[in-house]
T-cell receptor, first 113, second 116 residues
């Protein structure tokens, strides 16, 4: 069965600093991978997705993620964090057999002024 | 991008009453809709998957008679919490997926249910 691990429950960075949120997946076939962001009391907004092709994908709000098959990882990065990026971030993998998303446990991002 | 709406955004009800939550895909046809429940500081828990015109498929441990799901059209799914109790208080989020099997799931803004 597929699974997603986000090792960091909570990350704190200063505004303007770079950011990397980790995501590791377990899936037997070619994974379809997603990063979503959730602000308090809100639904999930899609940041970016990887289906195939270029392993470095660009998303909205200046985010990017790199798919590394050898490491089973799909880490999210941003070169310079803004205070408005403070939120909960979820990594997810789509299972073709189950035809549904499996989410990681999420990483809470705090941005210091 | 695709937009999914939910209504209401929050609801407070008395114990024993039923509450209906609507989920609509506004600018695309959603062959599949998903209902999630989220507890504070936790990830999303899939409750059920519904395909248009078919009965919903519930995840293990989710009471289908308590959480009634209807997906009558390609743009509308409803979740009815029947005889709600305080333990049903939660944040409910719907998601919709388009015609292609691996297309992205787009999420609604969520509904905060508080049962007194």
């Amino acid at each position: 069965a597929q699974s997603v691990t986000q090792p960091d429950i909570h990350i704190t960075v200063s505004e303007g600093a770079s950011l990397e949120l980790r995501c590791n997946y377990s899936y037997g076939a070619t994974p379809y991978l997603f990063w979503y962001v959730q602000s308090p009391g809100q639904g999930l907004q899609l940041l970016l997705k990887y289906f195939s092709g270029d392993t470095l994908v660009q998303g909205i709000k200046g985010f990017e993620a790199e798919f590394k098959r050898s490491q089973s990882s799909f880490n999210l990065r941003k070169p310079s964090v803004h205070w408005s990026d403070a939120a909960e971030y979820f990594c997810a993998v789509f299972s073709g057999s189950a035809r549904q998303l499996t989410f990681g446990s999420g990483t809470q991002l705090t941005v210091l002024p | 991008g695709a937009v999914v709406s939910q209504h209401p955004s929050w609801v407070i009800c008395k114990s024993g009453t039923s509450v209906k939550i609507e989920c609509r895909s506004l600018d695309f046809q959603a062959t599949t809709m998903f209902w999630y429940r989220q507890f504070p500081k936790q990830s999303l828990m899939l409750m059920a998957t519904s395909n248009e015109g078919s009965k919903a498929t519930y995840e293990q441990g989710v009471e289908k008679d308590k959480f009634l799901i209807n997906h009558a059209s390609l743009t509308l799914s409803t979740l009815t919490v029947t005889s709600a109790h305080p333990e049903d208080s939660s944040f409910y989020i719907c998601s919709a997926r388009g015609l292609a099997g691996r297309d992205t799931q787009y999420f609604g803004p969520g509904t905060r249910l508080t049962v007194l």
